[in-house]
């Protein structure tokens, strides 16, 4: 049994458990055992209060907790997370033996928008390489790799920062990805995204620096952070700037916006689900779905705002 008095921030042995097990066994990336490890200090806390360890928790606790979240105002899909990362280790402890039931299973779950954000249009994306590709300097170089490789691609930001330089050789036509549970895939190359990547490469040594010549050598896009690598968080600011200079609004611009822009255009142009699928990692198909939904959605908004006969009815409404 917990006590009151315990260092509230930390694990008990079976959350420190756990959470090995999904970076050893089912290779969840460290961002993922990050999120986890704080969404369960934060169940944490609150069990601590009750003087119970998370792991003797029961579906009357679980139904309070969820009243505290949403009570303090946290949004759905924030909510949601945390239930899911709930229901991961109380899956684990029933998997292991080490409770007979899951209180997870008579909880419901909070609704939540499966909403994406809005993509830029194709006009807007070619403003933002046409920035990026003026930058003449390796910095400039190295952006519009970046930038390429994820229009290319759709690849998740932590899936490009992290190309180990093995990936990707000169003129390549595919790009090896290592994504969610440690699966690969293998995704094409445009030839503007080759072009960009050679150029690149031919001045990616000067990003090694005395401090990052080490294990940094591996990553394609090599930096001085702990990891070894460009950061996701220096990369959405390098993203926000280049907006900036393409005259685009910095707020709207993010390479997850970037990703779904990639996916939007595909589908718009004739590509099918299931190769759009497989070039972006999901592991079900009706996450792609989604995309569907908003290309329906822009085609209604088109129709309403070009069409010949809506223009007339708003005139007559006039």
């Known amino acids: 049994m917990a006590s009151a008095d315990q260092d509230v921030t930390a694990l008990s042995a079976m959350g420190e458990i756990f959470l090995e097990m999904m970076a050893a066994e089912r290779g969840a990336a460290a961002n993922t055992v990050d999120s986890y490890r704080r969404d369960l200090h934060d169940f944490t806390r609150f069990m601590v209060t009750r003087r119970r360890a998370i792991e003797d928790a029961d579906a009357r606790l679980l139904r309070l907790y969820l009243e505290r979240l949403s009570r303090g105002g946290m949004t759905p899909a924030t909510i949601a997370r945390r239930l899911s990362a709930l229901a991961q280790f109380f899956g684990f402890l029933v998997a292991d033996g080490r409770r007979d039931d899951d209180p997870m299973s008579t909880l419901d779950r909070p609704r939540q928008s499966r909403g994406l954000p809005k993509p830029l249009s194709e006009p807007e994306v070619t403003s933002l390489l046409t920035a990026a590709h003026r930058r003449e300097d390796a910095k400039g170089l190295r ?6 490789i994820l229009y290319a691609t759709g690849l998740r930001a932590t899936e490009l920062i992290s190309l180990p330089l093995s990936a990707v050789a000169r003129d390549a036509e595919t790009l090896v ?5 440690g699966k690969e895939r293998m995704v094409p190359l445009t030839e503007e995204a080759r072009a960009a990547t050679a150029a690149y ?12 010549a080490g294990p940094a050598n591996r990553w394609l896009f090599p930096s001085r952070s702990r990891q070894g690598h460009l950061t996701r968080v220096r990369f959405s600011q390098l ?3 280049l907006a900036r200079d393409a005259g685009l609004d910095a707020r709207k611009v993010s390479p997850h916006v970037l990703r779904h822009s990639f996916a939007s255009h595909l589908l718009a142009n004739g590509a099918d689900l299931r190769s759009l699928q ?8 009706a996450t792609t779905q989604i995309y569907t939904r908003v290309l329906d ?10 069409h010949p006969l809506a223009a007339s009815n708003a005139r007559d409404q006039d």
């Open 201 to 212: 490469l031919g001045v990616r040594d000067r990003f090694l620096t005395a401090h990052a």
């Open 143 to 148: 952006l519009a790799a970046l930038v390429e």
């Open 297 to 306: 959605e822009r085609l209604v908004e088109l129709v309403e705002t070009a």
């Open 177 to 181: 990805v290592t994504g969610k549970g």
């Open 239 to 241: 993203l926000k700037d």
């Open 278 to 285: 497989q070039m972006m990692g999901h592991a079900d198909i």
